[in-house]
């Protein structure tokens, strides 16, 4: 069964850093699209970042110069760095796989991140 297992978050100060970072059981990993998403309270769940298997990045524009998503295929992992982290920040962070030429998702539970003085 795949999985996808997401870790690093909590409670950080405004102005702070968290690295988030998901690890994915799936065979062919490389071939995966990852993305992070969030849902902050009371919200819709949105796309954070995107990395393709050619290591392409799409940041939403609240994000970009702060975030930085990257992966390593060799150890199935995708990451979030996530710095001058701001109260509308907080959410849960959902880890995202996408195949594309077979339209296979996977989702991780979500870690939360709090960002509050």
């Known amino acids: 069964q795949v999985q996808l297992v997401e870790s690093g978050g909590g409670f950080v100060q405004p102005g702070g850093s968290l690295r988030l970072s998901c690890a994915a059981s799936?065979?062919?990993?490389?071939?995966?699209?990852m993305h992070w998403y969030r849902q902050g309270p009371g919200k819709e769940r949105e796309l954070v970042a995107r990395i393709a298997s050619t290591t392409s990045t799409y940041y939403t524009d609240s994000v970009k110069g702060r975030f930085t998503i990257s992966r390593d295929n060799a150890k199935k992992t995708v990451s979030l760095q996530m710095n001058s982290l701001k109260p509308e920040d907080t959410a849960v962070y959902y880890c995202n796989a996408l195949q594309v030429i077979t339209s296979q998702e996977y989702w991780g539970p979500g870690t939360q991140v709090t960002v509050s003085s």
């Open positions: 799936m065979s062919m990993f490389s071939t995966y699209v």
